[in-house]
């Protein structure tokens, strides 16, 4: 099984850096996943980590440490856009299941 | 081309209706996914399709029926649903099931309403 934990709701302020964490619990994983969900639309890919570090796209990173369990999404120069709910999710490689567990969450709302 | 198209957009059915919702991709990925979405939940995943075999159904009731005619397209039969059955249902494709980078493309859904 897995249990993934975000906080439900952040606000920041436009031009600002946000980090939003996320800690995991799995019987085996093989991958976490970021995306960016604005309200009424689907889901679109950030990042994908496997392996302990740092991956940077531009104004988004996300790191991750598998030994914590835990990964964060970094998000600089906030505009206004970036006002979204960001989803955690987790590939596990249990018996064969390799399909995305998704956490609950964060909601992200920028202020000018 | 990255998307992934879902018809129809809305859709409205009483509890005695069949209905069918479509997707599709041409992406070329081999694994496919339904997932459904509840207003303020994330996803949940439903079923996935690799290599256009049924590999993974999450105890979904039988209401619901997937279908996988070829490796672009992606239906699931809907009959004798519930009004909790209402939600956003969320069609995704990736590469693989597996693997580096393999991450899943979603179709911007089909609103579903079941009166």
């Known amino acids: 099984g897995q249990n993934i934990d975000q906080p439900t709701e952040m606000t920041a302020t436009e031009g600002a850096i946000v980090q939003i964490n996320c800690t995991y619990q799995?019987?085996?994983?093989?991958?976490l996943f970021w995306y960016q969900q604005h309200a009424g639309e689907a889901p679109t890919f950030l990042s994908y980590n496997v392996l302990d570090g740092l991956e940077e796209k531009g104004r988004f990173s996300s790191f991750l440490s598998r030994s914590k369990g835990y990964s964060y999404l970094l998000l600089k120069e906030l505009q206004m856009k970036d006002s979204a709910s960001y989803l955690c999710a987790v590939r596990d490689s249990d018996t064969g299941r390799r399909a995305l567990t998704f956490g609950s969450g964060t909601r992200l709302q920028v202020q000018p | 081309d990255t998307e992934v198209t879902q018809t129809p957009k809305h859709l409205v059915m009483g509890m005695t209706n069949k209905k069918s919702l479509k997707c599709e991709q041409h992406m070329g990925h081999r694994a496919m996914y339904w997932y459904k979405q509840k207003a303020k939940k994330p996803p949940e995943l439903m079923f996935v399709?690799?290599?256009?075999?049924?590999?993974i159904n999450e105890s979904v009731p039988s209401r619901f029926s997937p279908e996988c005619p070829n490796s672009s397209l992606l239906n699931l039969h809907l009959h004798a649903l519930q009004p909790e059955d209402s939600a956003l249902y969320l069609c995704?494709?990736?590469?693989?099931?597996?693997?580096?980078?393999?991450?899943?493309?979603f179709g911007p859904g089909t609103r579903l309403t079941v009166t």
């Open positions: 799995t019987s085996g994983f093989n991958g």
């Open positions: 399709y690799s290599y256009e075999k049924l590999s």
């Open positions: 995704a494709s990736s590469q693989g099931v597996s693997g580096r980078g393999y991450e899943q493309y």
